[in-house]
């Protein structure tokens, strides 16, 4: 039997072409998460940083210009505080604390949602990587035993390298499922832990914006026309 890699691939049934491709899928994933992940809290609490300083000096607009220009996946979160308090072009009512909580509460689970994307294909990849290859197993082992009804010719010995390369298929489906897991549950706990440090980071950032945003808002708003 030809233990080669390629070999095994390029000789095998669909099911193997099926698990490479999961495999490569799951990598691509883990790739793209750990790029999107890189360095999300301290962006994050950076511009969390670079707001508040813009609100103690009472510059919104500077404000609003951080938010715009950072690249931290949290840059909608605090523009949303922003937006409440003090809708562009729109002559309204200063927002009250509460209201400037609640948007940003639904800017922050948006985000959630943002930081655990494409987790479910780890998660698909690792549930059904071995289905496919005992699937394929299954497949292999029913042709080896046609071809031993076909050639009239038994035995285990004219059966056994079918066989054994047809075992390649669940043992390649168990190696990309456990890769698969792996990483969706270091993923998983990954964007946990990111989500309560930016739960944590809204809590302290709206502890000093919360009451500020209003006054500022006011201070700032243009004067509605008098009532003919």
């Excluded at 698990?19 to 990598?27: D, K, M, Q, R, W």
């Excluded at 937006?83 to 800017?107: M, N, S």
């Excluded at 496919?132 to 046609?146: D, R, S, W, Y």
């Amino acid at each position: 039997m030809d233990t080669n890699l390629l070999t095994i691939v390029r000789n095998g049934s669909v099911s193997m072409w099926i698990i490479g491709a999961c495999s490569v899928l799951a990598l691509a994933v883990a790739i793209e998460r750990a790029i999107a992940l890189w360095r999300f809290t301290g962006r994050a609490r950076a511009l969390a940083d670079a707001v508040t300083r813009a609100l103690l000096r009472g510059d919104l607009d500077d404000g609003r210009a951080q938010c715009e220009r950072s690249r931290s996946a949290a840059a909608d979160v605090f523009l949303a505080s922003l937006a409440a308090a003090a809708p562009r072009g729109v002559v309204a009512k200063p927002a009250t604390p509460a209201k400037i909580a609640a948007a940003v509460e639904r800017e922050r689970q948006e985000v959630n949602l943002k930081l655990r994307r494409n987790l479910w294909i780890l998660g698909t990849v690792g549930a059904t990587a071995p289905f496919i290859g005992l699937f394929g197993t299954v497949v292999g082992i029913m042709h080896a035993f046609h071809q031993m009804a076909q050639t009239g010719q038994g035995g285990f010995a004219v059966v056994a390298a079918g066989i054994s390369e047809a075992l390649v298929a669940t043992a390649a489906g168990i190696a990309v499922a456990l890769e698969a897991v792996v990483v969706f549950n270091f993923f998983n706990v990954h964007v946990q832990k990111l989500a309560l440090q930016l739960r944590l980071l809204v809590e302290e950032y709206l502890e000093i914006a919360g009451d500020l945003l209003p006054a500022l808002a006011a201070r700032a708003a243009p004067a509605t026309p008098p009532e003919a």
